[in-house]
């Protein structure tokens, strides 16, 4: 069974970082895309980066200068570090087993990002 438990979400200024993490069991995260999406207060799911399956990033455009996706193999864990966080980055982050641009592969519950100005 697919299980994916994010954490690392919290209040932070605009400006400042954090770095979110995607615990995964029941598969090898090496042998799939893994994707992070969001989902902002009264929007839709949106797609934010994706790592390939052969360890590639892919970015939105809109914050690819900001976000780095990351994995570390042996712990079965995807990262998302984001940094010069910016309001509208305000939205609930998951973490999913999906590949570029997919917002409906399977997820966790999702870590909270609250930036405040």
């Known amino acids: 069974e697919v299980q994916l438990v994010e954490s690392g979400g919290d209040l932070v200024e605009s400006g400042g970082s954090l770095r979110l993490a995607c615990a995964a069991t029941?598969?090898?995260?090496?042998?799939?895309?893994m994707s992070w999406v969001r989902q902002a207060p009264g929007k839709g799911l949106e797609w934010v980066s994706t790592?390939?399956?052969?360890?590639?990033?892919v970015h939105r455009e809109s914050i690819k200068d900001r976000f780095t996706i990351s994995r570390d193999n042996a712990k079965n864990t995807v990262y998302l570090q984001l940094n010069s966080l910016k309001v509208e980055d305000t939205a609930m982050y998951y973490c999913?087993?999906?590949?570029?641009?997919?917002?409906?592969?399977?997820r966790g519950q999702g870590t909270q990002v609250t930036v405040s100005s």
């Open positions: 999913a087993k999906s590949g570029v641009f997919d917002v409906n592969g399977p």
């Open positions: 790592i390939t399956r052969l360890g590639k990033a």
């Open positions: 029941g598969f090898t995260i090496s042998d799939s895309a």
